[in-house]
């Protein structure tokens, strides 16, 4: 494929048969558009839940679960912002690990050879992404081997064959994907040269996009630092993501990692239940072993997530071709991944707690609750004792948070909007108070099912209540992150839209790159934020401009430094080469800008005036 739209095109590799383009032929561009989101995300909720199910845990388990992980907000922003096939890497991940954990057949080749196709489908998705998630995969084959019995050489040995084998699988399926990946994103490209000045002139563009340990708040608490960039309702985001090095106050936030307060409660709670003595843990010792292993992958990446403002990344970093992943931030992804997981072993045990629990049947819900405490076991009490201090301190963390809004405001007025801080302020404030909530209808509810009180013929209802806290929680949290346009106004014909779709493959559009006042500095806005991202390739409009190229050819650079930088004249020259047609600019410059250029041939005149209304 040549992608015509941008600069003089770029060669984007071929389609290869992986589920986006699958279903971008099957729909085509604009019912694509409007249900790729949704549909990524149902599709990692169904491999969620197979996966779960293949673990062996009950049907409610296996449906929460999958929710959690449709809903997840990393996962759920990438899919609203575009990016459906991250979430899709991440499906195949779990269709990898259901793969590896079937009970189906007992040939360990066989589902090994069945994860690597799965692995191959996320590295055809997720890119550097699915590469990452892959390296989970094959940590997690290793461990589980390491399980099994015979010598520690066999077991080795057995780890390492059986990881080969899924890489063997996953290169096969996605060798195609590889090529164009090695061929686009590598090879050729500025920066990507792996001696050790390039690496380290590489490093601030490379972990721009790092999570400062402070914003690792946003797991439990979604809007804590807010959502999208400018937003005029308090919900515009005010943390560090994307900060610029150097240069404070610049920021991007594109996406999110809230996990659910529910989902990070079970987890935790599994995590510490996995670490009870084998008599008294209610999760059989191959499950205990898996959790020790999701909440180390957990901690690894979140320590890596956060790049540069932590020394982790560096080692990682030092790797051979870890220079040229982009973002650090993508270790969210695998953060999530994990805690989803460990969410789903910590539900499993929590039922089966709640299973065991004998409360009589007679007398109030306070009576028996008394008559449950009185047999309980220490670790359900120090339960019980974590959780109301756990809410204790959420709720101090809060007044506190709330008696320095004054303090906030000055803060977000310094770094971000002065008109916005009070709007920001009580956003984030709000945020925190809804985390407060949740955590205390969660533990009552957990520790309600541990009781025995929801025993019997409630067991329904616990399942039902469960399932409605954890999907209204994650809606509330995720419904930021969804815009709704009215694509027939948004992308009705205008004058300017007709002018230059007409034979568009015989002509290119550019901005003149100068600074000529306000007019002209919203002009070049609303072209790169609307007219090229949205208009322009929904008609087919090419430009000379980019939409976004971080990863720019070394050749191309070389090109337009040999005309950028110069006078109008080199410019000129440059838009004659590149069969540049049009520009956009302010109205009554063509004569100004033909007596700097050329006053003998006067190349520029004026062809459409036009207001931005």
Same mark, same amino acid.
């Given at each position: ?388 201090? =756990?809410?204790?301190? /959420? #709720? *101090? ?6 008696? &320095?809004?004054?303090? $906030?405001?000055?803060? %977000? @007025? ?33 520790? =309600?099912?541990?009781? /025995? #009180? *929801? ?6 209802? &616990?399942?039902?209540? $469960?399932?409605?806290? %954890? @999907? ?39 901005? *003149? ?15 790169? @934020? ?84």
């Amino acid at each position: 494929m040549w992608q015509d739209l941008n600069w003089v095109g770029g060669y984007s590799g071929s389609a290869f048969p992986s589920t986006t383009f699958l279903l971008l032929w099957l729909l085509g561009p604009l019912m694509f558009a409007k249900f790729y989101a949704p549909l990524a995300l149902g599709l990692l909720g169904l491999c969620a839940w197979l996966c779960f199910r293949q673990l062996g845990f009950r049907p409610v388990v296996c449906l929460l679960g999958g929710l959690a992980a449709a809903l997840n907000t990393d996962f759920f922003s990438y899919a609203c912002w575009g990016l459906g096939m991250h979430t899709l890497s991440v499906a195949g991940t779990f269709l990898a690990l259901a793969a590896l954990v079937t009970p189906a057949t007992g040939h360990a080749w066989l589902k090994a050879l069945l994860a690597g196709a799965c692995v191959g489908l996320g590295v055809m998705e997720g890119y550097d992404s699915g590469a990452i998630l892959s390296l989970y995969v094959a940590a997690f084959v290793v461990f589980s081997w390491w399980g099994q019995r015979g010598s520690v050489g066999q077991r080795v040995g057995a780890g390492i064959l059986h990881t080969a084998l899924v890489a063997a699988a996953a290169a096969f399926v996605a060798a195609q994907a590889l090529t164009t990946l090695v061929g686009t994103q590598i090879q050729g490209v500025a920066g990507m040269q792996q001696d050790t000045q390039t690496r380290q002139q590489r490093w601030d563009e490379a972990t721009t996009w790092s999570l400062p340990k402070i914003e690792t708040l946003r797991t439990v608490i979604p809007g804590l630092f807010g959502y999208r960039m400018y937003a005029m309702d308090g919900s515009d985001y005010w943390g560090r993501v994307g900060e610029t090095p150097g240069v404070p106050g610049t920021r991007h936030s594109g996406a999110g990692h809230y996990a659910g307060v529910l989902v990070v409660l079970l987890a935790f709670w599994g995590f510490l239940q996995s670490l009870r003595p084998a008599n008294r843990a209610v999760l059989l010792p191959h499950e205990r072993r898996a959790v020790w292993f999701w909440a180390a992958a957990a901690a690894v990446s979140l320590l890596l997530a956060w790049g540069r403002h932590a020394p982790f990344y560096q080692l990682f970093y030092a790797l051979p071709y870890a220079s040229t992943i982009r973002n650090p931030v993508k270790f969210l992804h695998p953060f999530s991944l994990s805690l989803v997981i460990l969410f789903a072993y910590g539900a499993e045990a929590w039922w089966r707690s709640h299973a065991r629990a004998t409360a009589a049947a007679i007398g109030s819900a306070w009576e028996r609750f008394q008559a449950w405490w009185r047999g309980a076991s220490r670790f359900e009490r120090r339960s019980v004792g974590g959780g109301v201090l =756990l809410l204790g301190t /959420g #709720l *101090l963390a809060w007044l506190v948070y709330a008696s &320095a809004r004054g303090e $906030l405001e000055a803060h %977000l @007025a310094r770094v971000h909007n002065p008109d916005l801080a009070g709007a920001i302020a009580g956003f984030s404030l709000v945020e925190f108070g809804w985390f407060v909530f949740f955590l205390a209808v969660s533990l009552a509810l957990l520790t =309600l099912g541990l009781a /025995g #009180l *929801l025993g019997g013929e409630k067991a329904r209802w &616990a399942g039902w209540a $469960l399932g409605l806290l %954890l @999907a209204f929680d994650l809606v509330r949290a995720n419904l930021p992150w969804v815009e709704y346009w009215n694509f027939a106004d948004k992308y009705a014909p205008q004058p300017v839209s007709e002018r230059l779709r007409d034979r568009a493959h015989e002509h290119r559009l550019a901005i *003149l790159p100068f600074e000529l006042g306000r007019e002209h500095a919203l002009l070049q806005q609303l072209y790169r @934020a609307e007219w090229l991202q949205h208009g322009f390739r929904y008609y087919n409009i090419q430009s000379l401009d980019d939409v976004q190229d971080p990863r720019p050819p070394a050749d191309k650079l070389a090109y337009r430094a040999a005309f950028l930088g110069h006078n109008l004249t080199g410019l000129l020259r440059l838009w004659e080469l590149t069969n540049t047609r049009y520009l956009l600019g302010l109205s009554g410059l063509a004569e100004n800008l033909n007596q700097q250029a050329d006053p003998a041939r006067k190349p520029f005149r004026e062809v459409l005036p036009f207001g931005l209304a």
